[in-house]
């Protein structure tokens, strides 16, 4: 199994790091920030950078931690390596080149390994940028609004077989003659289903008289009513059209706002069209 295979590498450079009395030592954090991504609605793929940070300049040699995700929520399909995590150690270490970079899903995390047995720094993780990006698609049925988690944290598994503790977020640079440690600074991210602005022209009473094509509600029918009326439609948040204006704007007169109430009103403007109540 590729988890087991995972385990069983991390395992074995732990294990020759003590018989070699190779001390380990704490030293600053490094930064990562789980990104962000936004999608038109559920069913629709996302994909999401995960950056490192205050990397030190003598490198990483072991990378490991994972993303708490929502599984009821996010579908993810695929951790591709960032450029920084291209170093040319899977080459360099031949057979065992495919141990250098691995992922898997638990059910609830994506867990994130990136180790090399090379003490040669070269081929360490010494710059900062993108190290990892998830790809995936929100789930059928995720309701418009729903902002689903990315949370940094340490594998849910043993720190090694029948331990009592759990493995905490591992980062580190294994030398010659000393290992040094450093902790994970995590910044959450997430994955955001947007929120549809209603476009539905609010019902008249009454006293509600549409005065057609009047977007702005300034008392004429010119090209800034089509402008906002396109910004509107398009969902540009600073486009701010009121109750009233939503009314005159409907100048097809089919109950929404469309492409086709802004193009509709350039005729009238430039006389193409003589009546804008028909």
């Not at 385990?7 to 790091?17: D, E, F, P, V």
């Not at 609004?145 to 294994?174: M, N």
């Not at 959450?188 to 006293?207: F, H, I, L, M």
Request: glycine letters at 10%.
């Amino acid at each position: 199994m590729k988890k087991s295979k995972i385990i069983s590498g991390l395992m074995a450079m732990a294990m020759t790091a003590m018989s070699l009395g190779i001390s380990a030592s704490a030293a600053d954090s490094v930064a990562v920030k789980i990104g962000t991504d936004t999608v038109e609605a559920a069913g629709k793929a996302f994909s999401v950078n995960v950056e490192l940070g205050s990397v030190p300049s003598s490198g990483l040699s072991s990378i490991d931690f994972a993303i708490n995700y929502n599984s009821d929520e996010l579908k993810i399909t695929d951790v591709k390596l960032g450029t920084i995590g291209e170093t040319g150690a899977k080459s360099e270490e031949g057979d065992l080149g495919d141990t250098v970079f691995n992922w898997y899903d638990n059910g609830k995390q994506i867990v994130i390994i990136w180790s090399t047995g090379l003490t040669d720094s070269k081929y360490w993780v010494k710059s900062d940028g993108v190290f990892v990006t998830l790809s995936g698609t929100v789930k059928d049925g995720v309701a418009a609004g729903t902002v689903s988690k990315l949370e940094g944290a340490g594998a849910k598994r043993k720190t090694y077989p029948d331990s009592s503790a759990d493995a905490s977020a591992y980062l580190s640079a294994v030398g010659a003659s000393a290992t040094t440690n450093y902790e994970a600074a995590f910044t959450a991210g997430s994955v955001k289903v947007e929120e549809k602005k209603d476009t539905t022209p609010s019902s008249s009473t009454q006293n509600e008289k549409a005065d057609w094509g009047n977007v702005n509600c300034q008392g004429q029918v010119d090209v800034a009513d089509a402008v906002l009326l396109a910004r509107f439609v398009a969902e540009d948040s600073d486009a701010n059209v009121s109750a009233q204006g939503k009314i005159n704007a409907d100048v097809t007169h089919d109950g929404s706002l469309t492409g086709d109430d802004t193009i509709k009103i350039l005729k009238y403007i430039a006389k193409l069209v003589d009546d804008l109540s028909k």
